[in-house]
């Protein structure tokens, strides 16, 4: 756990770029730092590895002042990814990716393995290991920066803006590479992002930080969503803050309409007054609406989010989304009125 404990950063020129912060970033969990430009969120990571020193106030690693570990020792358990991953333009992806077990004194063929393994574990094709890092694209090149960060296994892991500079697709698949890396390894990461979107989807909890290094709020995203602290939060959430809130409202309790599913083998005898009924093959896929050619959403019941099953509806003609299992079959249909209902319910709570 990384503990901060009342603390300020005050520049040389006495410029308060972090004021008075306390939070704590717990062990194997995913905390992310949110803010506008110069709210003082790459200051707050540097005082963690010291590449910055708090003025005030104590950063604790376990329990330990930070500030009695020499920098060296404390950076040994500290991987560190930037934007544009900074790797060393003349050494090939393998040495870059190992640049840290070498310095530990790693024998050349055990670092160069423990590169590969890495490579491999960030999805890279390990051919790519033996370019310069100028051939290879911006999205990679943050995937050897991941790597290279993880390289000696250090429990915790900061990153500061390591996804913005890469197009919105490569960037949502660096995101999920990461949530899915993090099940495996359950590090203890502090992330750095001044896009709420990707807080929202990363975080297990999210500090919002205002300009002055002031904490607005620090909470899980639902809560973050669902209780904005104040105005500053509220606006920097967005005004589709309510359709983002949806995401972590469960559709568990979305009432189904299995009356409306009809086998292909014996097509529905009557049409539904209320709703197009759903043709499903012989092993319970979804095929299409009987008798009408025209499109149809699916979501995975009780595991998927309102805000999916919603999308799924709005593919639909008719506003139905159509429930699934986790296989793919279909275990009902989400009719316009289920879906107004469970949205009531979920402004309510
Ligand atoms: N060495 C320094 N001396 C004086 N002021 C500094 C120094 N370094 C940073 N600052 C100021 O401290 C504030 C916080 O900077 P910091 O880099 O932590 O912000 P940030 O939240 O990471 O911003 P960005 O989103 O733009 O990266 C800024 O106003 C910055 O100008
Ligand atoms: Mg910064």
Same mark, same amino acid.
């Given at each position: 756990?990384?503990? !901060?404990?009342? %603390?300020? *950063? @005050?520049?040389?020129?006495? !410029?308060? #770029?972090?004021?008075?912060?306390?939070? &704590?970033?717990?062990?194997? +969990?995913?905390?992310?730092?949110?803010?506008?430009?110069?709210?003082?969120?790459?200051?707050?990571?540097?005082?963690?590895? +010291?590449?910055?020193?708090?003025?005030? $106030?104590?950063?604790?690693?376990?329990? #330990?002042?930070?500030? *009695?570990?020499?920098?060296?020792?404390?950076?040994?358990?500290?991987?560190?990814?930037?934007?544009?991953?900074? /790797?060393?333009?003349?050494?090939?992806?393998?040495?870059?990716?190992?640049?840290?077990?070498?310095?530990?004194?790693?024998?050349?063929?055990?670092?160069?393995?423990?590169?590969?393994?890495?490579? &491999?574990? %960030?999805? /890279?094709?390990? *051919?790519? #290991?033996?370019?310069?890092?100028?051939?290879?694209?911006?999205?990679?090149?943050?995937?050897?920066?991941?790597? @290279?960060?993880?390289?000696?296994?250090?429990?915790?892991?900061?990153?500061?803006?390591?996804?913005?500079? %890469?197009?919105?697709?490569?960037?949502?698949?660096?995101?999920?590479?990461?949530? +899915?890396?993090?099940?495996?390894?359950?590090?203890?990461?502090?992330?750095?992002?001044?896009?709420?979107?990707?807080?929202?989807?990363?975080?297990?909890?999210?500090?919002?930080?205002?300009?002055?290094?002031?904490?607005?709020?620090?909470?899980?995203? =639902?809560?973050?969503?669902?209780?904005?602290?104040?105005? !500053?939060?509220?606006?920097?959430?967005? =005004?589709?803050?309510?359709?983002? +809130?949806?995401?972590?409202?469960?559709?568990?309790?979305?009432?189904?309409?299995?009356?409306?599913?009809?086998?292909?083998?014996?097509?529905?005898?009557?049409? #539904?007054?209320?709703?197009?009924?759903?043709?499903?093959?012989?092993? $319970?896929?979804?095929?299409?609406?009987?008798?009408?050619?025209?499109?149809?959403?699916?979501?995975?019941?009780? *595991?998927?989010?309102?805000?999916?099953?919603?999308?799924?509806?709005?593919?639909?003609?008719?506003?139905?989304?159509?429930?699934?299992?986790?296989?793919?079959?279909?275990?009902?249909?989400?009719?316009?009125?289920?879906?107004?209902?469970?949205?009531? &319910?979920?402004?309510?709570?």
């Amino acid at each position: 756990m990384i503990t !901060f404990d009342a %603390v300020t *950063k @005050r520049y040389p020129d006495g !410029f308060v #770029a972090v004021d008075n912060l306390s939070l &704590e970033a717990e062990t194997g +969990r995913i905390t992310v730092l949110v803010g506008p430009s110069g709210c003082g969120k790459t200051t707050t990571l540097r005082m963690i590895n +010291r590449m910055i020193d708090a003025s005030e $106030g104590q950063i604790l690693l376990d329990g #330990a002042d930070v500030k *009695k570990i020499d920098p060296p020792t404390l950076r040994r358990g500290i991987g560190y990814v930037i934007q544009q991953a900074g /790797l060393f333009p003349h050494r090939k992806i393998v040495d870059n990716v190992a640049t840290v077990p070498y310095l530990l004194g790693w024998d050349k063929k055990k670092a160069r393995d423990r590169a590969m393994e890495l490579l &491999e574990r %960030v999805g /890279l094709d390990p *051919k790519l #290991a033996q370019r310069y890092p100028f051939q290879l694209s911006g999205g990679q090149q943050q995937r050897v920066g991941v790597a @290279r960060a993880l390289a000696a296994d250090p429990p915790v892991l900061l990153m500061d803006e390591p996804f913005s500079a %890469v197009d919105p697709i490569v960037r949502t698949s660096l995101q999920d590479e990461l949530l +899915r890396l993090q099940s495996e390894l359950n590090k203890t990461i502090v992330f750095v992002t001044h896009d709420i979107d990707e807080a929202i989807k990363l975080g297990d909890r999210v500090a919002v930080l205002r300009v002055g290094g002031k904490l607005a709020q620090f909470a899980a995203p =639902k809560t973050l969503l669902s209780e904005p602290a104040d105005d !500053f939060v509220r606006e920097f959430l967005g =005004k589709d803050r309510g359709i983002r +809130r949806l995401s972590f409202v469960s559709t568990e309790h979305l009432r189904l309409r299995t009356d409306l599913v009809v086998s292909s083998s014996s097509p529905g005898t009557a049409a #539904a007054s209320d709703g197009l009924l759903m043709v499903v093959s012989e092993d $319970g896929r979804p095929v299409g609406w009987q008798g009408r050619d025209e499109p149809f959403g699916t979501y995975v019941h009780g *595991k998927d989010s309102l805000r999916a099953a919603l999308d799924a509806a709005l593919l639909s003609p008719s506003g139905q989304a159509v429930a699934v299992d986790a296989e793919g079959k279909v275990v009902g249909i989400a009719t316009r009125e289920a879906l107004d209902e469970a949205l009531a &319910e979920a402004a309510d709570g």
